[in-house]
Antibody
Framework: ELELLESGGDLVQSGGSLRLSCAGSGVIFRIYGMGWVRQAPGKGLEWVSSFTSTAGGTTYYSASVKGRFVISRDTSKNTLYLQINNLRVEDTAMYYC????????????WGQGTQVTVSS | DIQMTQSPSTLSASVGDRVTITCRASQSISNLLAWYQHRPGRAPKLLIYKTSSLRSGVPSRFSGSASGTEFILTINSLQPDDFATYYCQQVYSYPLTFGGGTKVEI
């Protein structure tokens, strides 16, 4: 049974940093693309970043986080990371770790989420 | 970036109803569209990928179709567990973009 477990969410001040982690069990990270999706309070789902399964991996970011967030993975630890820098109040959200499915980039597996709250 | 316009934003229905949710892409995305169900307090769940492929384990009352850049999620015979928010997402190109969501309520 594939499981994704996020951690690292916290209450931080604006301008601060956090590193989110996503530990996977039963999944071979290097084969599948993975990423992060967030949901701000009262808002819809927003794709944040992806790390593809191509050789060496290619990273993608939404315009709202590019330059502040860095996605990475450690295949030896089966862990995906999201380094979040220069946090803004509008980054407050539940952050979900996701894994692509067998089709084409559909987000087939989701973790339970980790809450990031940014205070001003 | 590809914009996904989802409608309606809210839908009132009863158990047993047939409901349809529409998602329109701002440009061609081939068949690369997915649908998700999100219930409060739970992780979102993939229902359909590549427009009409039903994810294993998802009830057959869920189905997806398309006409050009308009995509439709149909739920036949709505069940109590189906009251949730539904999102479409284009996976044709980055940034991957979601529709605004449709809340299906009683």
């Amino acid at each position: 049974e594939l499981e994704l477990l996020e951690s690292g969410g916290d209450l931080v001040q604006s301008g601060g940093s956090l590193r989110l982690s996503c530990a996977g069990s039963g999944v071979i990270f290097r084969i599948y693309g993975m990423g992060w999706v967030r949901q701000a309070p009262g808002k819809g789902l927003e794709w944040v970043s992806s790390f593809t399964s191509t050789a060496g991996g290619t990273t993608y970011y939404s315009a709202s986080v590019k330059g502040r967030f860095v996605i990475s993975r450690d295949t030896s630890k089966n862990t995906l990371y999201l380094q979040i820098n220069n946090l803004r109040v509008e980054d407050t959200a539940m952050y979900y770790c996701v894994r692509y499915g067998e089709g084409y980039r559909e987000l087939a597996y989701w973790g339970q989420g980790t809450q990031v709250t940014v205070s001003s | 970036d590809i914009q996904m316009t989802q409608s309606p934003s809210t839908l009132s229905a009863s158990v047993g109803d047939r409901v349809t949710i529409t998602c329109r892409a701002s440009q061609s995305i081939s068949n690369l569209l997915a649908w998700y169900q999100h219930r409060p307090g739970r992780a979102p769940k993939l229902l359909i990928y590549k427009t009409s492929s039903l994810r294993s384990g998802v009830p057959s009352r869920f189905s997806g179709s398309a006409s050009g850049t308009e995509f439709i999620l149909t739920i036949n015979s709505l069940q109590p567990d189906d009251f949730a928010t539904y999102y479409c997402q284009q996976v044709y190109s980055y940034p991957l973009t979601f529709g605004g969501g449709t809340k299906v309520e009683i």
